[in-house]
């Protein structure tokens, strides 16, 4: 008997998109057949991608996309976010694109900006600045344009947008795959023992706070990730290092870092905005104070983004500069470890 089971991940709410009621007259039919034929815009891809998340009910029960419509079957589609947050109102927003071609563009994402609506935040994301900018833009598994991966409001970096289904098809499939690269900067509270390591370990909603990411031992709860990490630079009661993903959660590195005991510096979610490192001297309190409002988000940059290019074939790497709050930061701490060092030796 599984004595964990107060430790298994709430169930989400859900809502309802699509609903319906299957006439007396229907023949028998796939319903991913069907729900080509019902729902707008709909993909038999796409409609195989909600039921294999087990978004698509028959009579309450989820099912599998080889399930065969029967008359008066109650079909519906629950997604857990509202159906409102795919209604995308175009608004021109600036973006700094790095890259485009027919196929897709590299967007280099400013910190304090929302790639997709949710949860309070229905204007001003990155994906009504891509429904202002281009039209037609296909829509991923989650109906949201162009999008193939996402990353935090507050984490700066690259994010690649497919503007063909092809495309969207070819690019999710090698994150999926893991075949894709991705590399992060982070600054960390600490003094990281290993020069490299990974960390492995399930990732599921905090059991007492819904904002939060969890790390699970028990292999039934969560997804399964896995980050590389290597130290770049030590700071003494901070670290800088890279990450790279094998895959690709909710908060993975920031979660997966905070279970090791390195949270990343002003992380306010995840307890990363106090001072977990130091002294309690009055002047390095003032220290990280003015730290923290060089760089008032966490230190978390997307760096490096690879890929096959999904027309061409060849393989594409993408850089970008860290961005001046957080190199800033990073500035002070190196200053403050050498004058702190410099003094050790007098």
């Known amino acids: 008997m599984n004595n964990n089971s107060d430790l298994q991940e709430p169930e989400e709410e859900l809502f309802e998109h699509y609903r319906f009621d299957v006439p007396k007259g229907q023949a028998f039919l796939r319903i991913d057949k069907y729900l080509m034929l019902m729902v707008p815009n709909a993909t038999r891809n796409k409609i195989q991608n909600a039921a294999t998340n087990g978004d698509i009910y028959v009579n309450d029960i989820p099912v599998k996309s080889n399930y065969k419509v029967k008359p008066l079957d109650v079909i519906r589609i629950l997604l857990s976010h509202p159906p409102f947050e795919n209604r995308v109102d175009p608004?021109?927003?600036?973006?700094?694109?790095?890259?485009?071609?027919?196929?897709?563009?590299?967007?280099?994402?400013?910190?304090?900006?929302?790639?997709?609506?949710?949860?309070?935040?229905?204007?001003?994301?990155?994906?009504?600045?891509?429904?202002?900018?281009?039209?037609?833009?296909?829509?991923?598994?989650?109906?949201?344009?162009?999008?193939?991966?996402?990353?935090?409001?507050?984490?700066?970096?690259?994010?690649?947008?497919?503007?063909?289904?092809?495309?969207?098809?070819?690019?999710a499939k090698q994150f999926e795959d893991k075949t894709s690269e991705r590399e992060y900067v982070a600054l960390v509270w600490g003094n990281v023992k290993e020069e490299e390591g990974t960390i492995i370990g399930n990732i599921a909603r905090h059991v007492k706070d819904r904002m939060q990411m969890s790390v699970f031992a028990d292999p039934e709860i969560g997804?399964?990730?896995?980050?590389?990490?290597?130290?770049?630079?030590?700071?003494?009661?901070?670290?800088?290092?890279?990450?790279?993903?094998?895959?690709?959660?909710?908060?993975?590195?920031?979660?997966h870092l905070k279970h090791i005991g390195h949270t990343l510096f002003n992380d306010e979610r995840y307890g990363g905005n106090l001072i977990l490192k130091g002294t309690t001297f009055t002047k390095y309190k003032q220290f990280i104070d003015n730290c923290f409002k060089t760089l008032p988000r966490q230190a978390l940059h997307a760096k490096t983004l690879g890929f096959v290019h999904p027309v061409s074939g060849e393989m594409m790497r993408f850089d970008t500069e860290?961005?001046?709050?957080?190199?800033?930061?990073?500035?002070?701490?190196?200053?403050?470890?050498?004058?702190?060092a410099s003094e050790e030796e007098e």
């Open 91 to 171: 608004e021109d927003i600036p973006l700094d694109i790095v890259y485009e071609d027919d196929a897709l563009l590299l967007i280099n994402k400013p910190a304090n900006f929302v790639v997709h609506p949710g949860h309070g935040n229905y204007t001003g994301t990155l994906v009504n600045a891509l429904a202002f900018h281009f039209e037609n833009l296909p829509l991923n598994s989650s109906e949201r344009p162009g999008l193939v991966h996402r990353i935090d409001k507050d984490t700066t970096g690259l994010l690649v947008v497919a503007k063909t289904e092809a495309a969207m098809t070819h690019l």
């Open 322 to 340: 860290i961005p001046k709050d957080m190199a800033d930061c990073i500035e002070k701490w190196r200053n403050y470890s050498k004058s702190n």
């Open 223 to 255: 997804k399964h990730a896995v980050t590389h990490y290597k130290v770049l630079e030590r700071f003494g009661y901070v670290t800088l290092i890279s990450c790279k993903l094998e895959t690709g959660r909710t908060h993975q590195i920031r979660v």
